[in-house]
């Protein structure tokens, strides 16, 4: 057995059987480790990204975590934005990463480069083996490492000798850190501050998706305080019977409205809410002048823990009534094209259960409202505000929740970055309906150009901001890369459209060509 083997080995013993691989040279030996056991599912991603944005998806829907086979420095650095997504999400990836033999490292080799600087940049554990004997324990504290405080990064770089030198064997699962619980007398002077006047709780993570969520809407709803969810949640439950949760906005001054009449906010699992730019004259935090803000427990600790317990300080049981949304389907729309009315079809025709992964950005005003009392279903954001996180991000959805649709909602610029995942999704004939809003440009730069008091824009700013001469065709684009798609130009030839998708296995994209 070789260290490659014995790492394979491991990480199927703890749990670990999904791998979204790019590898090159070095990594070959773990490629036919890969090989040797079909009990692990390999998917090739044609781009680093996908694979680090997939293992991010699959974490969300299935709370378990995925390896990513990565090539070198170079590949780790093109997996990086979706790596920054999945940190922001709270997400656990384990990214193996192949390096030269260590003998070869004395050497200025074109691919050489400091892979453990570039992952301690972003992941929350970075390890190097050092022989072969060390890869298969090495594998089993990177597992734990990415289950530990509720899902991190953690990156095992494997120099190509350890994969191939003799090694003594698969090691045991190592179980992750126990999480941290804040002390009773915190959260009791919690349940104090929630009972005062202008008081929020705001909440985040698997709270927004699970049974926590009905638990803080309890909560919530016995004290009087308002039940606060970030404006890009990694996972929010949405649609009939899902708590009725607020949510934050992008805008700096939507943001300030939501909270300006919050003096107490009390974070469970959250992080502060923080505007997404400084801008002149703007502040960088949302909430009024002289808010008390209450860090209850962040989201690597037990929250859990911290919301049962909070529940028993309130006297609160499982009887007690809570907030949800009734459902209220938009009538099916038609005529010309209308995001509007789109938005209100694409609520209209949404199935139960469905994934919907946003990377709509400027066009989710037209798409969050009318689904919000659409039929059950769970939305992904993408939390990093890295855009290409969309195609990827269903990828690793759909691998996770086979018997669930996924729908992409992304603009032709994101789309652009990770294109190259709807080749994963025809050959591994993923159920996702991608849905690309061909408003041929950067629109949100648009909009970022006034924030920033921009008033004379000319040809070079506009060229930058735009995606046309040439004009991007994603209907040869998709097609290109094995998934079949339409062209659609009013709100009656989408209805049609997505209601085909739906209707078939395997993947297909609808282009909207909509107005700027």
């Not at 809570?322 to 938009?330: E, R, S, V």
């Not at 506009?462 to 062209?487: F, I, N, T």
Request: with cysteine; hydrophobic share 45%; proline share 7%.
């Amino acid at each position: 057995m070789n260290g490659a083997e014995s790492l394979v080995q491991t990480l199927l013993s703890g749990g670990v059987n999904v791998c979204f691989a790019n590898p090159g040279t070095s990594e070959m030996h773990f490629v036919a480790a890969l090989d040797a056991h079909p009990d692990m599912r390999c998917v090739l991603c044609l781009f680093e990204g996908g694979a680090t944005g997939a293992a991010d998806g699959y974490f969300r829907m299935s709370g378990e975590i995925a390896a990513t086979l990565l090539h070198l420095s170079p590949g780790l650095g093109n997996g990086f934005a979706n790596l920054h997504t999945a940190r922001r999400a709270g997400s656990g990836v384990l990214t193996i990463v192949g390096d030269h033999a260590t003998h070869h490292m004395a050497y200025e080799s074109p691919l050489k480069g400091d892979i453990p600087g570039l992952s301690r940049s972003i992941a929350h554990w970075t390890r190097v083996s050092p022989d072969a004997a060390s890869v298969a324990p090495d594998g089993a504290q990177a597992m734990a490492a990415a289950r530990s405080h509720n899902g991190q990064l953690a990156t095992l770089v494997l120099p190509a000798n350890t994969a191939w030198q003799e090694a003594t064997g698969p090691a045991a699962a190592v179980p992750p850190s126990p999480l941290i619980r804040p002390d009773l007398a915190r959260i009791q002077a919690a349940a104090h501050t929630l009972q005062l006047p202008g008081a929020a709780l705001m909440v985040d993570g698997p709270t927004l998706h699970g049974d926590l969520g009905m638990l803080a809407a309890r909560i919530a709803k016995k004290t009087g305080a308002r039940l606060i969810a970030p404006y890009l949640a990694a996972r929010i439950r949405r649609g009939a019977g899902a708590v009725a949760f607020e949510r934050l906005a992008y805008g700096v001054d939507d943001n300030a409205a939501v909270l300006k009449d919050v003096r107490h906010m009390v974070l469970a699992g959250a992080q502060r809410p923080t505007n997404f730019f400084a801008y002149p004259g703007k502040p960088s935090l949302p909430e009024a002048p002289n808010t008390a803000v209450f860090d209850l427990c962040s989201r690597s600790m037990d929250v859990g823990y911290t919301l049962n317990t909070l529940a028993e300080c309130l006297g609160i049981t499982t009887t007690d009534p809570y907030d949800c949304w009734p459902q209220a389907l938009p009538a099916l729309p038609s005529g010309p094209m209308n995001m509007t009315l789109i938005g209100q079809a694409f609520a209209h025709l949404l199935p139960e259960n469905a994934i919907v992964v946003d990377e709509s950005i400027t066009l989710a005003r037209f798409f969050m409202p009318p689904t919000q009392q659409a039929r059950p279903h769970d939305w992904l954001h993408t939390t990093g505000g890295a855009i290409g996180f969309g195609l990827p991000n269903a990828v690793g959805a759909a691998l996770a929740c086979p018997q669930r649709p996924v729908f992409v909602l992304t603009g032709d610029g994101s789309a652009m970055y990770t294109l190259q995942a709807l080749w994963t999704m025809a050959r591994e004939q993923l159920h996702v309906v991608t849905i690309v809003f061909a408003n041929r440009g950067y629109q949100i730069l648009r909009g970022e150009l006034a924030n920033v008091g921009v008033t004379q824009v000319g040809r070079n700013a506009l060229r930058m901001l735009d995606v046309e001469q040439p004009q991007l065709d994603w209907v040869k684009l998709s097609e290109g890369h094995g998934v079949p798609a339409d062209r659609v130009t009013d709100v009656d030839g989408f209805v049609a459209s997505l209601r085909a998708a739906m209707a078939k296995p395997g993947p297909h994209l609808i282009e909207v060509v909509c107005p700027v």
